[in-house]
């Protein structure tokens, strides 16, 4: 409708624009319409706009404080998980047609491989290269939860490393609180590898090309990092975590699982991991920036004494 013409268009366009009226913009054509099909007059039609702009805000309030009492009511599985893990629909997807013969394992592999590199190198800068969407101050917050994890100086390496990033930035990190790290990087995606390499070149020969759950370590490190075990099919999880502890951590070392992202009153990787008879050695916990429900939490595990 034409705003120089209408006199209560203009009207309308006036109190969404001027008086700020969001909740009326999305009732616009209806509110505009009652009034002048009515022959009321522009009080009447001001009286109209503002009660419906009450009424949007009174149910607005009533929606913040249903997520308020019951967030989790409102997301539904399907967007909690994403939330948990952008790749949770791929992962859900290739476990699927693993579980039913579609695919081999060898094939599972592949395409998980193939699906990150392809996102990873598609970002712009080096975070999102490493897989982290935020800004540097957002990485840091969740990243920095590996630092109560370092009880000492030694050899670090990061499981699925993808262009080195977490490890330049610990180096930077630790750096002022004593502790000196000699760090290397593991990831079954070339690509990624050859990234790393080009992007750390002093520390070329400490990124290996290599599949975790089968990869033999030429030593061991004093602290394995892996951020999650959804880097093999969800019946090989327990053989990858005993094979990072028992076979890649050194004597008085340390396995870091996360940071990852949890429900906030669901254990999760916790008590799965304690089912297999490994409790964790400790924990660092922090709210979602985003989501109440949820929470960031990394565990650490102490290599057994040998």
Known sequence: MNTTTDPTQALLDLYCQELKLPGLRKAAPAVAREPAEANQSHAAFLVACLAQELTSRREHRLSVQRMIDNPLRNMSDHTLKAAIDGAYSFQED???????????????????????????????????????????????????????????????????????????????????????????????????????????PLWTDRFYVGNALFWRPPRRYDFVCVRELNYVPRQRRRQLFEHLLLECVSTGGRLILGPRTEERSIPGIEDEVRAWGYPPTGLAEKPHQEHAQLVRRLFWFSAPQA
Request: aromatic share 10%.
């Open 94 to 200: 290739q476990q699927r047609l693993l579980d039913r013969g579609s695919i081999t394992e060898d094939e599972w592999f592949i395409n998980l491989h193939t699906y990150l590199s392809s996102y990873y190198l598609a970002a712009t800068n080096p975070r999102g290269q490493s897989g982290h969407g935020g800004d540097e101050v957002r990485y840091r917050y969740t990243q920095e939860m590996v630092l109560p994890a370092l009880h000492k100086s030694g050899a670090f390496i990061d499981i699925g490393c993808a262009n080195g990033y977490l490890l330049e930035k610990l180096v930077e990190w630790t750096s002022p609180r004593g502790i000196s790290l000699e760090v290397y990087g593991l990831d079954i995606s070339p690509e990624m590898i050859k990234l790393a390499r080009h992007r750390l």
